[in-house]
C-alpha cells in the first residue's frame, strides 16, 4: 500500500540541505605533502612497523623516526601499539608503550613514563559543532616517572604531572598535579602517590 506521508517526508528530506559539509578542513592536512606522508605511513611504514618481531623494536624506533617522530634511548613500542601520527609523537629515554596502546595527534611523552596496554591517548579528533567537521588537535603532555594503567582514556589538552598515577580503566578529562594517584570516570585525584618530602628529594 503506498504511503503518501512517508513519500511526503522523503520530497522534504530531499529539499533540505545536508548539515554535514565535508572540506578540507575536515581531513586536516595542511597540504599535499602531508597527505602523501600520511597515507605512505598508513599503507607502508605501519605496516613495516607492525610484522616486526619484538626483539627488533630498534627497527620499529627507526621507521618512527624516518616518519619524523622523536624518540629517546631505551625507549620500548610494541609492535602491536597503534601510532596514527608518528611526526606528531615524542617520546622520552626509558619509556614504553605496551601492546595495544593507541596514540592519535600531538603526544609528548617524558623520561621513564610507562603505558600499559589498551592506553588510549588520544589528542587528535573532530569539531562535531562545525558543519565542516574540522580536525582538532589538542596536545597531550605525560611528565617524567608517570605510569598509566590499562584501558585508560586520556583526552586532547591533559598534562599529567610527574610521577603521577592513573588507575586502569579510567577517563582522564583534565589535567592531573604531580606525584598523585588519580582513577575513575572521569579521574579523579583520590591520594598522594608517594609522601611529598620523599617527592622532593628524587629526581624522575
Known amino acids: 500500500m503506498f504511503d503518501i506521508e512517508r513519500y511526503v517526508k522523503s520530497i522534504d528530506m530531499q529539499s533540505k540541505e545536508y548539515w554535514y559539509k565535508r572540506s578540507a578542513s575536515t ?19 605501519s605496516v613495516l612497523f607492525s610484522v616486526t618481531l619484538d626483539p627488533f623494536n630498534c627497527f620499529r624506533i627507526l621507521i618512527l623516526k624516518l616518519f619524523g617522530a622523536k624518540i629517546g634511548c631505551n625507549v620500548y613500542i610494541s609492535r602491536k601499539a597503534t601510532i596514527v601520527l608518528p611526526w606528531l609523537l615524542e ?3 626509558s619509556s614504553g608503550l605496551d601492546e595495544y596502546s593507541y596514540v592519535n595527534g600531538s603526544v609528548k611523552i617524558a623520561n621513564n613514563c610507562a603505558i600499559a596496554s589498551f592506553v588510549k591517548l588520544v589528542a587528535a579528533g573532530h569539531d562535531i559543532r562545525k558543519r565542516t567537521f574540522d580536525w582538532v588537535d589538542k596536545s597531550i603532555y605525560v611528565d617524567s616517572g608517570v605510569f598509566i594503567g590499562a584501558n585508560s582514556c586520556v583526552l586532547g589538552g591533559v598534562k599529567i604531572g610527574k610521577f603521577s598515577t592513573i588507575g586502569m580503566n579510567s577517563f582522564v578529562v583534565k589535567d592531573i598535579p604531580k606525584n598523585k594517584i588519580a582513577f575513575g570516570n572521569p579521574a579523579m585525584v583520590h591520594s598522594d602517590r608517594i609522601p611529598n618530602e620523599d617527592f622532593q628529594k628524587y629526581n624522575f
Open 91 to 93: 617520546v622520552g629515554e
Open 27 to 45: 581531513r586536516g592536512f595542511a597540504n599535499k605533502r602531508e597527505e602523501i606522508r600520511f597515507r605512505l605511513w598508513k599503507y607502508v611504514g
